[in-house]
C-alpha cells in the first residue's frame, strides 16, 4: 500500500509564550474600522440591531445562526480550511493547517492559496488569532468537526482520545500491550501514548508492516471516509488485529471507527482527498461572432415582447379565476400554454414574468380573476426597446422561480403558478453572478453549462454545514437562469449580448452593484447615525436612510436599476427591427408580415384575421369566422376594403375581397334578441332552413310567427350555435338595434410588483457602516473605559445593570466641571421609550436643564435633558 512508506518529519511546532488576544472580542478591539466594516458587509446579520459594543458583536458573531450563515457563503476551498481547523489540535499553528491542507509532499497551488482562505476566515470572524495560535469560533467548530450523528466532509473520525473516552483501564492496557508500546496504569498517559504511536511516523510504518495484507486492505477502505464500519460479534481475523492494536476503535457495540490520527498518517497528513484551492475554468462551448450573438438575442427579445403582449391580450377582457389556495389552475395553465402555442413550463414562465413586472395581477373581486394591471396600458406605449428593459429588469430582481412550478413544497402541496411558495432569496444573486461569470468572457463566447455549474458549486458549495445535504437548489437555479437568459434575448447562442451585459452593469466600467437586496441601503435599529442636532433636542434619533425602490415602484432596491434599465433599452434599440406599416396579401386568403407591426395595423390584422404560424414572419389568414368577428367589432365591408388596399403592399386578391363582401351580406341578417331568446329574419325561407336542420335540434328553437323563432336558450348560446351551423347572426338591443361586440378591457385597480423576499437583512452601504462602526467604538469605549473611582463609594448606590449613579446635583455638578475643564464623562441615559444605554460625552454647554455635548457614540453634538441622565463618572487621565 503506497500510503505505508516512512514521512518525513512532521514540521517543527512554534514554541514559545501566547502572546496575541485571549478572546474573539479582544481580537475584534485590534481591528482597524476598515476590517470592521469589511465584517459587517460580509456579515450583515451582525448589523441587527447594531450591538452595543464590541463584546456583543463577538457574542452575535458566536451564535449558531449566524456562523451557519456565513459558513454558507464561503467558496469551497476557504470552507475545506475550515474544515481542516475544526479537525485541527486546538490551537493549532498555520503550519499545522499548512500541512492538513497540502500533506506531507506539499501542494504549491494550495500553499499559494491558503493565506488568502485564513485572512477570509479571519476577515469574517470565523477564525482570530495571529499564525501561531488559529483559533476557530467554537460553535463553527461544533458544526463541522466529526461526530457520530454527522460525519465531517473530510471523512476522519474521532481523536484516539474522543473514541476512547468511557474505555475500561483495563481494554486500554491490552491495546497499549498489543501495539508494543510500555504499559501504564495511568489512562491518560496510556492514551497519551498511543496518539504519540499514531502521530509518529517512523514507529507507525513499523507497526504497519507488521500488518497482514487484508488489514491493509480494511484500513484503505476506511481511510477517506466514512470511517465507521460494521463488525459481528466474532470479526474476521484481518479486523481482530486492527482491533487489538487500537487501529480500529470501538464506536458502538456493532461499529468499529478508525481514528483521526491513524486515518491523517495514511493520508500523509491530508485532511481533503482533494483540496480544491482555485475555481474551475469555464470551459468554452463555441466562439460566435458578437454581431450574431446580438442578433441572435434582439430576435429572441422582440419573441419575448410579442409573447407577454399575446398573454395579456389573451387575458385581456378577465383571465382566469384565482383558485382557494391562490395561483392559477392546471387546468387554466394547459389553456394559457395552448393559447400562446408553447409548453406548459414555458407558459409558467411568462405568467410569472408578466406577473414580477407588475403587468398582471389578481382583480381582487368577489369572483376574483387575473387580470392586466394598469401599468400594461402604460407599459404598451414605451418603446419596444423599453419594454424589454423593464421585464427583463423585473426578472433579473425577482425571487419568484418559475421553474419550481408542478413541484411541491415542504408539506406535499402541489405549487402552481402565481401561487404561493415560489419565492428563492439566492434567485437574483445566482442570477446576477452567472452574468457576470459571461462577461469575464471573450465577447461572443458560450461556456458550457457544465462548467458554469461547477464554478457556482465552488463559489458557494450546498450544504457548508452538512456534508451529505439533500438536493443542490443553487446548482438548479443556475441551470433555469440559463434557459431563462435565453428566452428573455439576455444572453444569445449560449453567449452575453450587448444588451444583457448592460442590463446588469457589467459593461463600460459601469459599477454592477448587485442583485437586488445584495447591496442598497436599509435602515437599522438603533444605529444612531441620524440622531437629533444640537438644540433640537433629540437624544435618540436612530435608522439609516430609508430603502429605495427600484425602477416603476417595484421596491428592489438595487442600485443604479433605472441607468441600466437606460443603457440596456440603447443597446437593444439599434438591434431591433423597426415596425411596419404593411403586409403581404396572397391570393390563398392569407396575409404575411414580413416583421413586427406597427400596433394599430397589428391590433386591427388581429381581429380580421387568425394568426396561422410565427417566426421571422407571421402568417394571418383569413376566415369566414374572422371577418365576421371583425363585422361584430362595428366594421363595414367598406371600411375593411379600405384598411386592406392602404396596408397592403400587393393588390387585394379577388377570393379576399370575395370573402369579406359574401360574410357582410349576410352578416345580420338573421337577429338574436332576449326572450329567454328569440330569432327574427325578414327572410321566412332562412328561418324554413334553419328548423329543418338537424343541428338546430339542440337549441330548442319554436316558431312563433313567420319571421320569428323562440327558444329557451340564453342569446349567447344561441349566436354560438347559429355560427357553427354556418350563419351569420347579429344580436340586437330591446330596440332592435344592432349590437356592437367590442372587446371590453378589463384591468384591476393600481397594483405594486411583488416584493422581493429577501434571506436575511440586505449588504448595508457606506453611510449604514461607518455609522455601525462609530457607535460600535464609542459604545465600546463606554463599556471598557477606565473611569476615576468616587471619593467615597456608596454600596447603596451600587448599579445592577452596570450604568453610573448619582445624585440629581453631584451630576450637575460633575457636568459644569467637564464644561470648564474640557473633560469627557462617562453617563448613563435612560430615552423616551425607557431604553438604557451608556455613552462617553464631552460637554460644552449646560443651560435650562440640557446638556449640549459631543456624543462619541453617534460622532455628532447632541442634546441631553439633564433629568434623564442617570449618573455621570469620569474618565481615567490616560483615557484619549
Known sequence: MGTMSEKPPAPPEVTGPVTGPRTLAEALRTRSDTELAVLLRARPDLLTPVPGDLTQLATRAGTRASVVRALERLDRFTLQVAEALAV??????????????????????????????????????????????????????????????????????????????????????????????????????????????????????????TAPPEALAVLDRLVWGPPYGEVTADPTPPVRWLRDRGLLLPAS????????????????GRAHRVPQPRPPELVTRVAHDPQAVDSAAAAQAHTALATVEELLQEWHEGGPAVMRAGGLSVRDMKRTAVALDVSEPMAAFWVELAYAAGLLASDGEADERYAPTPAYDTWLELPPAERWARIAAAWFDATRVAGLIGGQDGKGRTLSALGPGLDRSAAPEV??????????????????PASVLARLRWERPVGAHDPRPPEDPRSRLARETLTETELLGITGRGALSAPGRALAGLGGGEDSGGPAGTEGSGGTEGSGSTGGSAGTGGTEGSGGPARAGGPGGTGTGRPGAPSREAAAASALTPLLPQPLDHVLLQADLTAVAPGPLERPLAETLAVLADVESKGGATVYRFTPASVRRALDAGRTASELHTFLTSHSRTPVPQPLS???????????????????????????????????????LGLGLRRIAPTVIATRADPVPLLAGLRSMGYAPAAESAEGDVLIARAHAHRTPPRTPPVPVLDGPPVPDATLLGAAVRALRAGDLAATVDRKPAAAPDPTRAPADGLPRTTSAETLATVQAAVMTGSPLWIGYVNAEGTASQRVIAPVRVEGGYVTAYDHTADEVRTYPLHRITGVAELADDVT
Do not use: N
Open 88 to 209: 485541527a489540535p486546538d490551537h493549532a499553528s498555520y503550519t499545522v493547517l499548512a500541512g492538513l491542507m497540502a500533506g506531507d509532499d506539499g501542494d504549491p497551488a494550495v500553499s499559494a492559496e491558503l493565506p488568502r482562505a485564513v485572512e477570509t476566515l479571519r476577515a469574517r470572524a470565523l477564525v482570530w488569532g495571529g499564525d501561531e495560535r488559529l483559533l476557530l469560533v467554537r460553535t463553527a467548530r461544533e458544526l463541522l468537526a466529526p461526530s457520530p450523528a454527522r460525519p465531517s466532509a473530510t471523512g476522519l473520525g474521532p481523536t484516539v482520545a474522543e473514541a476512547t473516552a468511557g474505555m475500561s483501564p483495563g481494554r486500554i492496557q491490552e491495546i497499549i500491550a498489543a501495539a508494543g508500546l510500555t504499559t501504564t496504569h495511568d489512562p491518560v498517559s496510556a492514551i497519551t501514548a498511543l496518539t504519540s504511536l499514531f502521530t509518529d511516523r517512523t514507529r507507525m510504518a513499523d507497526l504497519l508492516d
Open 253 to 268: 457495540p456493532r461499529t468499529l471507527v478508525l481514528p483521526r490520527e491513524a486515518a491523517l498518517y495514511l493520508r500523509a
Open 431 to 448: 442570477r446576477h453572478r452567472i452574468l457576470e461569470l459571461l462577461a469575464d468572457l471573450p465577447v461572443g463566447t458560450a461556456p458550457t
Open 658 to 696: 370575395y370573402l369579406i363582401d359574401d360574410v357582410a351580406r349576410r352578416h345580420g341578417r338573421l337577429r338574436v334578441g332576449a326572450a329567454g331568446a328569440y330569432l327574427r329574419c325578414d327572410d321566412e325561407a332562412l328561418l324554413d332552413e334553419i328548423l329543418a336542420d338537424k343541428r338546430s
